[in-house]
């Protein structure tokens, strides 16, 4: 009866050393925690609250993972439940520094979403460095995953073995992976490589498939562009490292497009010029430097006008485009209504071939 007694107070002893064990890491995490946020507070608000939002959960069992496992060699148990106990705990220990380094990395990228927004008018530092940070990001957290599963597989006698066993067959076994992953290996070092020469960047403007949008998402593996219309195309990384696509802010957003007028032989040329500068003086779509009307082409029946007009970004670009053909348009109609294109035809008089009078048909004016 008494030795029950005895194993009945050892285990009763060992049970409340772990729950003083926990109950001491919960509050060291608690006082570590408050102490580093309020640190970071001094520094910045935004860095205090995502302290608090990314590691606070990993923090708060890795100090009670951290006393259990000191505390092991004062159990009563026996030698072979703490033998288990210590490798889970150690396995847990290890996940849960991984998840910790995994949230850090977060939080890091909120600070870098702080200091680079891409939302300014001129984002084209903000994007790069947010399009590096992108990719790093999934890379750094790809390898404390893979570390992580391979320190917590190595804690256990069995799985070394096997490990060893794998390494002596390690030559064959490359080959067949890299066999099997050979597209996947391919994307991961295209999304190195754009990392670094960065050919793409997020919030660029494409034209990809005869497609035009902007790039939503950079991963590892793919990237995602919004169309202009919201949908979505999805291509492989790969993809923008062998094939060609237009980049229209590759260098900066600026962007000159133009607007095509055809009307008849009897325009005025210069007082459109003039009203094409006042409609761009007019507007704030216009970026004040890229601007022009020029005749580039003629046919039997019209003239071309060419009208130029820079813009900052491309989504203005086509705004102010519709603004000037809009305004142009009613200008001629106000002005020289006469200058409108018109289809001529030539009628002969009855019974003599001689030519008689000519007609005209007026059309709207054709515009591109």
Not at 207 to 231: A, H, Q
Not at 282 to 303: A, R
């Given at each position: 009866?008494?030795?029950?007694?005895?194993?009945?107070?050892?285990?009763?002893?060992?049970?409340?050393?772990?729950?003083?064990?926990?109950?001491?890491?919960?509050?060291?995490?608690?006082?570590?925690?408050h102490?580093?946020?309020?640190?970071?507070r001094?520094?910045?608000?935004?860095?205090?609250?995502?302290?608090?939002?990314?590691?606070?959960?990993?923090?708060?069992?890795?100090?009670?993972?951290?006393?259990?496992?000191?505390?092991?060699?004062?159990?009563?148990?026996?030698k072979?439940?703490?033998?288990?106990?210590?490798?889970?705990?150690?396995?847990?220990?290890?996940?849960?520094?991984?998840?910790?380094?995994?949230?850090l990395?977060?939080?890091?990228?909120?600070?870098?979403?702080?200091?680079?927004?891409?939302?300014?008018?001129?984002?084209?530092?903000?994007?790069?460095?947010?399009?590096?940070?992108?990719?790093?990001?999934?890379?750094?957290?790809?390898?404390?995953?893979?570390?992580?599963?391979?320190?917590?597989?190595?804690?256990?006698?069995?799985?070394?073995?096997?490990?060893?066993?794998?390494?002596?067959?390690?030559?064959?076994?490359?080959?067949?992976?890299?066999?099997?992953?050979?597209?996947?290996?391919?994307?991961l070092?295209?999304?190195?490589?754009?990392?670094?020469?960065?050919?793409?960047?997020?919030?660029?403007?494409?034209?990809?498939?005869?497609?035009?949008g902007?790039?939503?998402?950079?991963?590892?593996?793919y990237?995602v562009?919004?169309?202009?219309?919201?949908?979505?195309?999805?291509?492989?990384?790969?993809?923008?490292?062998?094939?060609?696509?237009q980049n229209?802010?590759?260098?900066?957003a600026?962007?000159v497009?133009?607007?095509?007028?055809?009307?008849?032989?009897?325009?005025?040329?210069?007082?459109?010029?003039?009203?094409?500068?006042?409609i761009?003086?007019?507007?704030?779509?216009?970026?004040?430097?890229?601007?022009?009307?020029?005749?580039?082409?003629?046919?039997?029946?019209?003239?071309?006008?060419?009208?130029?007009?820079?813009?900052?970004?491309?989504?203005?670009l086509?705004?102010?485009?519709?603004q000037?053909?809009?305004?142009?348009?009613?200008?001629?109609?106000r002005?020289?209504?006469?200058a409108?294109p018109?289809?001529?035809?030539?009628?002969?008089?009855?019974?003599?071939?001689?030519?008689?009078?000519?007609?005209?048909?007026?059309?709207?004016p054709?515009?591109?």
């Amino acid at each position: 009866m008494d030795w029950i007694i005895h194993y009945l107070g050892d285990w009763i002893l060992s049970i409340g050393i772990l729950f003083a064990a926990v109950l001491l890491g919960v509050i060291v995490h608690w006082i570590g925690l408050h102490i580093v946020a309020r640190i970071a507070r001094r520094t910045s608000q935004l860095l205090h609250d995502s302290i608090l939002r990314h590691c606070s959960g990993p923090s708060r069992i890795i100090f009670p993972f951290i006393f259990l496992y000191l505390c092991l060699p004062s159990l009563e148990f026996s030698k072979s439940v703490i033998e288990v106990m210590g490798d889970l705990i150690f396995v847990l220990f290890i996940v849960s520094v991984a998840w910790l380094f995994i949230r850090l990395i977060y939080v890091l990228e909120d600070m870098v979403t702080l200091k680079y927004d891409i939302m300014l008018e001129d984002n084209l530092r903000a994007r790069r460095i947010r399009t590096q940070f992108g990719i790093v990001k999934r890379i750094l957290i790809v390898i404390i995953v893979i570390f992580s599963i391979t320190a917590a597989l190595m804690s256990f006698e069995k799985f070394r073995n096997i490990g060893t066993g794998i390494l002596a067959s390690a030559g064959l076994l490359g080959l067949v992976v890299g066999l099997a992953a050979q597209r996947i290996l391919g994307n991961l070092l295209a999304g190195i490589q754009i990392a670094l020469t960065q050919p793409i960047r997020l919030d660029d403007v494409v034209v990809v498939e005869n497609e035009w949008g902007k790039v939503e998402e950079i991963s590892l593996t793919y990237i995602v562009i919004r169309l202009w219309d919201l949908r979505r195309l999805v291509l492989p990384i790969s993809y923008f490292i062998e094939k060609p696509f237009q980049n229209w802010t590759r260098a900066t957003a600026d962007i000159v497009g133009t607007v095509l007028f055809y009307v008849d032989y009897s325009v005025p040329v210069q007082p459109i010029r003039e009203e094409l500068l006042r409609i761009l003086k007019g507007s704030g779509l216009w970026d004040g430097k890229n601007w022009g009307l020029d005749v580039t082409n003629t046919s039997e029946h019209t003239v071309e006008l060419r009208a130029l007009m820079g813009s900052p970004n491309s989504d203005t670009l086509w705004r102010l485009r519709c603004q000037v053909r809009e305004n142009l348009i009613e200008f001629i109609q106000r002005t020289y209504p006469h200058a409108l294109p018109k289809v001529r035809t030539v009628a002969e008089e009855a019974g003599t071939g001689e030519s008689g009078p000519v007609s005209t048909v007026h059309e709207t004016p054709e515009v591109t």
